[in-house]
T-cell receptor, first 113, second 116 residues
Framework: DAKTTQPPSMDCAEGRAANLPCNHS???????VYWYRQIHSQGPQYIIH???NNETNEMASLIITEDRKSSTLILPHATLRDTAVYYC??????????????FGTGTRLQVFP | DTGVSQNPRHKITKRGQNVTFRCDPI?????LYWYRQTLGQGPEFLTY????????KSRLLSDRFSAERPKGSFSTLEIQRTEQGDSAMYLC??????????????FGEGSWLTVV
């Protein structure tokens, strides 16, 4: 089962920041938080991941609370092409683990003009 | 394009027929995953290979399903005696062996199966 809880849907105006929350209260110390998104009828696309520190890349920023029980994905200037389902996933990496991703149902983000 | 490649992208088959999907992972990626996704749901894990060895199978992978990765490169997923409930998108993904910090798993565009 997925170890994360996300709101089923959110709206955001084009050009504004989209803040997508995720709860992962049972996360373990060595588990990472990963974010993927899936645009309609396409395969999931990797966005960003983090362990403890906040992370930023060209797509988004990831803010992880100090207790690591929740996180927020931030798309700083949402565009219509950011409309997608966003998945927050807790992952246990490691050379000897299966290391698979377990998806929940995600948050459907609708960006409107 | 050097991403994960899946073929065919769409397949319509009659109930009871066999179908096979192919996945070509990113070059040098030794881990390969298969997922299934139905409408409105997130992808569900089916099976995983490390090189040519199939190391984990989900209980979702019934005995009508078989996956292979004979030379540790491309993989095939075969569904025998298809049923309407097999209609879904089948996703393939690949990655390098994860270190302690993990390695990103990259997905293909998926293969849509419709069983009529």
């Amino acid at each position: 089962d997925a170890k994360t809880t996300q709101p089923p849907s959110m709206d955001c105006a084009e050009g504004r920041a989209a803040n997508l929350p995720c709860n992962h209260s049972t996360i373990s110390g060595n588990e990472y938080v990963y974010w993927y998104r899936q645009i309609h009828s396409q395969g999931p696309q990797y966005i960003i991941h983090g362990l403890k520190n906040n992370e930023t890349n060209e797509m988004a920023s990831l803010i992880i609370t100090e207790d690591r029980k929740s996180s927020t994905l931030i798309l700083p200037h949402a565009t219509l092409r950011d409309t997608a389902v966003y998945y927050c996933i807790v992952r246990s990496p490691g050379r000897y683990n299966t290391d698979k991703l377990i998806f929940g149902t995600g948050t459907r983000l609708q960006v409107f003009p | 394009d050097t991403g994960v490649s899946q073929n065919p992208r769409h397949k319509i088959t009659k109930r009871g027929q066999n179908v096979t999907f192919r996945c070509d992972p990113i070059s040098e990626h030794n881990r390969l995953y298969w997922y299934r996704q139905t409408l409105g749901q997130g992808p569900e894990f089916l099976t995983y290979f490390q090189n040519e060895a199939q190391l984990e199978k989900s209980r979702l992978l019934s005995d009508r399903f078989s996956a292979e990765r004979p030379k540790g490169s491309f993989s095939t997923l075969e569904i025998q005696r298809t049923e309407q409930g097999d209609s879904a998108m089948y996703l393939c993904a690949s990655s390098l062996t994860a270190g302690d910090s993990g390695n990103t798993i990259y997905f293909g565009e998926g293969s849509w199966l419709t069983v009529v």
